[in-house]
């Protein structure tokens, strides 16, 4: 912290007397580079903390440019009305070209935000309003009293000053929730939306963002080149801007920034070889995509990373401390009532008129064999899927097609058959991002009251330091799942779960992939949570487990619910036995021996309530 703080006060003492250590050349290399510094924070934030491929930073940068240039000659605004017309004009713009993130992804996305990218540039090279490829001159630099900013050593400091703020904003959103949501958007977007992200509004608010930092410095540039052309917001800036965040790290701001000043340094040295600089920008991406995937900026931790056999974590008893973070979870526990849904998939029936009902605060087991419709029943139930017909109700309440990121805010959480954890997140981060229970309105605070964002975060840190405490977990706390033992990623995976406080945990399978301790372990787990109140919806092959923690038990065949009641009766009702378990001489393996030590409760095999509204 101490370190940080006087590399901070060097840093900026450095900014501060640079003007005095450049001649006029250097400092018109200074000026410009600050400019793209902004753009490549705002690509990062885009591309690489969000991950949205968005090849169309240059036109935000040419908007906010061209916005200036055509109000402040044509229409003789001022600069600086002209500078705020300039930034609503190119956010405008952004939303438009993140439209499509809301339905592709990925390369695609690359290739429609570039196709946006060029007609700009092919819009402006032809418009009258533009002056077409002659370009407009004469912008004026933006008056400021008591300077002059036709000077170049002079608009430095209003550049460094808007580029220290920008800066300090893209650290402060990537630092906090945000940002973390942006990240776990990036690297599961479903894992994200069933935890409560609102993915197409954080998709479109990268693209808001990004376009801000391009709009910022496009007005920068036009008062400090007084010309905007055509060519200045072409393919070639593109890339090279594209190099400057991926060389830098994309995933860190830092890196974005160290990239652009390292590129337009490298640029100013290749000038008189502008094809050449090109070709070689090209091939620098290339090589830092294969040998450093994080950039620059990942470098240090390449090597850092610590290669610690953790051994097995031990489990304590679990004495789960349920903290409701949200008014409408403040009750433990939802009834669930699935009516009549119906799933096809072009004709494949994969639900087929499901109905049950799961009690308050009980553990239902879902058994069937592959392909019976499990998953997609818990699919339904997270919202990735709308049912084809009927829905469910929770509390009584309807919630049949509503979107993932609104059922996590019900109190609907899960886990997933093929764990879905956030690779690049720490497991600390991982399940901070279940924490927060922030709606998209409170986006707001980052504008309005950013210290409301600091003590959120204060709250979420001690919070998941005692999740991960209570998991057994917290020496993994810093590390990324990925480098951890398979059962430990399970059980990640249910702390991360239970984090958001949910009313209704779903589980797909997760005892698949575990060994017998480790089963073990999972059933003690999903006891503690059932004894804080939670109802439990376990999706699971193992039959022992179902067995025994289960109140009551729903067999599915294909996409039917074929048989429902207290475990111990299930397994002997024929049809299960034909169309589930095939062999009858398994039955006897299945039916746990009677455990002294937990009788089963004498009202859970008279429980009337599953049976009421089953067709069979
Ligand atoms: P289970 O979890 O019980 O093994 P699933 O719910 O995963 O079964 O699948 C039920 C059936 O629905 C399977 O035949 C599967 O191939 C099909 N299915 C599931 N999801 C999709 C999808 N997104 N598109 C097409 N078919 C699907
Ligand atoms: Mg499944």
């Not at 090597?303 to 051994?311: N, W």
């Not at 009202?603 to 309530?609: K, L, N, Q």
Request: glycine residues 10%; aromatic residues 8%.
């Amino acid at each position: 912290m101490k370190y940080r703080l006087s590399g901070l006060a060097a840093g900026l003492v450095v900014l501060f007397l640079l003007p005095y250590l450049l001649g006029p050349y250097s400092m018109h290399v200074a000026d410009v580079t600050v400019i793209f510094a902004l753009l490549a924070i705002g690509l990062g934030l885009a591309l690489g903390i969000a991950g949205q491929i968005n090849l169309a930073q240059v036109a935000f940068f040419g908007i906010g440019a061209y916005t200036v240039a055509i109000l402040t000659t044509d229409r003789g605004w001022g600069f600086w009305a002209s500078a705020v017309i300039a930034v609503l004009a190119t956010v405008l713009f952004g939303l438009v070209v993140g439209l499509p993130a809301l339905r592709v992804q990925s390369h695609y996305l690359g290739i429609v935000t570039l196709g946006l990218a060029l007609a700009f540039t092919s819009w402006v090279t032809n418009a009258s309003i533009s002056k077409g490829a002659e370009g407009i001159a004469g912008i004026p630099a933006p008056p400021f009293p008591g300077l002059d900013l036709y000077d170049q050593y002079l608009y430095y400091y209003l550049e460094i000053v808007v580029f220290l703020a920008c800066l300090a904003f893209a650290l402060f959103v990537v630092g906090t929730r945000l940002g973390r949501r942006m990240k776990a958007m990036r690297d599961d977007s479903i894992a994200a939306g069933c935890l409560g992200a609102n993915v197409p509004f954080l998709r479109l608010l990268a693209f808001g963002i990004a376009s801000v930092y391009g709009g910022v410095a496009g007005v920068l540039y036009a008062g400090l080149i007084h010309y905007v052309s055509p060519e200045s917001f072409g393919i070639s800036t593109m890339f090279l801007l594209l190099a400057m965040v991926i060389i830098g790290g994309r995933q860190s701001i830092w890196g974005c920034v160290i990239g652009a000043v390292v590129l337009s340094l490298v640029r100013e040295w290749l000038v008189d070889a502008a094809n050449y600089a090109q070709l070689g920008y090209g091939i620098v991406v290339v090589l830092a995509v294969v040998f450093a995937p994080t950039g620059l900026a990942g470098v240090p931790r390449r090597f850092a990373r610590k290669s610690t056999d953790t051994g097995r974590a031990t489990l304590r008893p679990l004495a789960l401390n349920r903290v409701a973070t949200d008014d409408a979870l403040a009750q433990p526990g939802a009834s669930i009532g699935i009516d009549a849904v119906k799933k096809n998939f072009r004709g494949l029936q994969a639900l087929d008129d499901v109905s049950l009902s799961v009690q308050a605060g009980s553990i239902r087991g879902i058994v069937g064999p592959n392909g019976s419709g499990k998953t997609t029943l818990l699919n339904v139930l997270s919202g990735l899927y709308t049912p084809s017909s009927g829905g469910f109700t929770m509390d009584d309440e309807p919630l049949g097609g509503s979107r993932p990121a609104k059922l996590s805010h019900r109190g609907i959480a899960r886990t997933f058959q093929n764990l879905r954890l956030f690779p690049e997140l720490t497991v600390q981060q991982n399940v901070m991002v279940a924490l927060d229970r922030s709606r998209s309105r409170a986006t707001l605070s980052y504008l309005l009251a950013p210290w409301n964002v600091f003590g959120d975060e204060r709250r979420l840190r001690r919070r998941s330091q005692e999740i991960l405490a209570e998991f057994g977990i917290a020496e993994y706390a810093a590390e990324r799942p990925g480098a951890l033992p398979y059962g430990i990623q399970r059980r990640v995976e249910l702390a991360r779960a239970i984090a958001g406080s949910p009313r209704l945990l779903l589980l797909d399978e997760p005892a698949a992939g575990l060994n017998g301790q480790e089963v073990g372990e999972l059933a003690s787990i999903v006891t503690a949570i059932r004894d804080t109140g939670v109802t439990v919806i376990l999706v699971e092959h193992n039959m022992g487990l179902v067995m025994s923690l289960c109140d009551q038990v729903t067999v599915m065949a294909g996409g039917k619910v074929i048989a429902d009641g207290p475990p111990a009766q299930v397994v002997t009702e024929p049809e299960v036995i034909e169309a589930y378990l095939g062999d009858v001489s398994q039955v006897e393996d299945l039916v746990p021996p009677a455990d002294p030590a937990n009788p089963a409760d004498p009202a859970d095999s008279a429980d009337p309530v599953d049976h009421e509204g089953l067709k069979a």
